[in-house]
């Protein structure tokens, strides 16, 4: 059982930049695919980006390609999601995952542990 904790999350103004962090416990990290999603109230989890157990591949949403960036430290069971040039339209509860065989990226249901996630708000 993989337990997978998110930090990193709060307020900041439009155009500023956060670091979420996504700890993982309990399990062999380097072999799973990462995924980060988000829900905004009243609207469906969306994926955000996704990256290989190696770190060697990524994959992007659109509405974050350029802005974000994922990365993992497979030494420290932990993967990143640095956040710049935020937008109101970023506001919600960001998720991070665990993937083990799966193909798809941005398939929500081929993750198979879920953080608890963490609260970002871009004030306008």
């Known amino acids: 059982q993989v337990r997978l904790v998110e930090s990193g999350g709060g307020l900041v103004q439009a155009g500023g930049s956060l670091r979420l962090s996504c700890a993982a416990s309990g399990g062999t990290f380097s072999s799973y695919t990462m995924g980060w999603f988000r829900q905004a109230p009243g609207k469906e989890r969306e994926f955000v980006n996704g990256i290989s157990w190696s770190g060697g591949s990524t994959y992007y949403a659109d509405s974050v390609k350029g802005r974000f960036t994922i990365s993992r430290d497979n030494a420290k069971n932990t993967a990143y999601l640095q956040m710049n040039s935020l937008k109101p339209e970023d506001t919600a509860v960001y998720y991070c995952?665990?993937?083990?065989?799966?193909?798809?990226?941005?398939?929500?249901?081929?993750?198979?542990?879920w953080g608890q996630g963490t609260q970002v708000t871009v004030s306008s």
């Open positions: 995952a665990a993937s083990l065989g799966g193909t798809s990226y941005n398939n929500i249901w081929e993750y198979d542990y």
